[in-house]
T-cell receptor, first 115, second 112 residues
Framework: AQSVTQLDSQVPVFEEAPVELRCNYS??????LFWYVQYPNQGLQLLLK??????LVKGINGFEAEFNKSQTSFHLRKPSVHISDTAEYFC?????????????FGTGTRLKVLA | EPEVTQTPSHQVTQMGQEVILRCVPI?????FYWYRQILGQKVEFLVS????????KSEIFDDQFSVERPDGSNFTLKIRSTKLEDSAMYFC??????????FGEGSRLTVL
């Protein structure tokens, strides 16, 4: 069965500093991986996705993530954060087989950017 | 750009009442989903729907829940007799056969 682990429930970081939000997954089949951002009282916004191809994926708002199959990780990074990046970030995995593509979400990481 | 739309954005109901949450998936998508997010918690899978039937459901999706695609465009989630613990944000999603889901903005349900 698939699972997603986001080890950090909260990450405080100063403005303009780099940040890495960690995500590890387990799956017995090939996977698709996603990062979503959720601002307070809003829906899920897709930041980036890995479906196939290059393991370094670039997304919106200056975020990027690297798929590492050997370490079963898909960590999210940004070289310089802004106050506006304060939000909840969810990692999700979906298996790559045919049929329904159920996502399994991690428990989320609350990024708090400090002035 | 095509998107998944959900109505209502917010519904307040009394415990024991029936609630129907509506979703219009992207028109050429074949797979439909409902997810739930209790305030401050993670997003949880409820049910997936394909070819006019449920393809998978979680243990959360008990007999109080049902889904329907009544007219070829809408996809609804019905909660027969709401409980306090049903208060949550409900997200609809749809997909083609590509492994990527497209989510709506969510419907917030408050049960009093």
């Amino acid at each position: 069965a698939q699972s997603v682990t986001q080890l950090d429930s909260q990450v405080p970081v100063f403005e303009e500093a780099p940040v890495e939000l960690r995500c590890n997954y387990s799956s017995s089949v090939s996977v698709y991986l996603f990062w979503y951002v959720q601002y307070p009282n809003q829906g899920l916004q897709l930041l980036l996705k890995y479906l196939s191809g290059s393991t370094l994926v670039k997304g919106i708002n200056g975020f990027e993530a690297e798929f590492n199959k050997s370490q079963t990780s898909f960590h999210l990074r940004k070289p310089s954060v802004h106050i506006s990046d304060t939000a909840e970030y969810f990692c999700a995995v979906s298996d790559g087989g045919s049929g329904t593509y159920k996502y399994i979400f991690g428990t989320g990481t609350r990024l708090k950017v400090l002035a | 750009e095509p998107e998944v739309t959900q109505t209502p954005s917010h519904q307040v109901t009394q415990m024991g009442q029936e609630v129907i949450l509506r979703c219009v998936p992207i028109s050429n998508h074949l797979y439909f989903y409902w997810y739930r997010q209790i305030l401050g918690q993670k997003v949880e899978f409820l049910v997936s729907f394909y070819n006019n039937e449920i393809s998978e459901k979680s243990e959360i999706f008990d007999d109080q829940f049902s889904v329907e695609r009544p007219d070829g465009s809408n996809f609804t989630l019905k909660i027969r007799s709401t409980k306090l613990e049903d208060s949550a944000m409900y997200f609809c999603a749809s997909s083609q056969d590509t492994g990527e889901l497209f989510f709506g903005e969510g419907s917030r349900l408050t049960v009093l």
